[in-house]
């Protein structure tokens, strides 16, 4: 990670900020094509990752 600067370092791998409930549905509402991926998963918990993964980079990408 020697690439990154300092303050990525810093924050990586964490939320820099409490997202507010619009930042949320942004980030974390699956349309219809990711909701069909995540439902090609086997298992609810794997669905539920694939979700929760999809949002995490969407919310990482976007700040």
Partial sequence: M???TDDQRRSYGT???VPNDGQLAGYFLLDRDA???????RGA???LGYGVQ???VRAVRWR
């Avoid at 909701?35 to 998963?41: G, H, N």
């Fill in 45 to 47: 918990r794997s669905q």
């Fill in 15 to 17: 939320f820099t900020a």
């Fill in 2 to 4: 020697a690439f990154l």
């Fill in 54 to 56: 999809l949002g995490t």
């Fill in 35 to 41: 909701r069909r991926r995540a439902m090609a998963c």
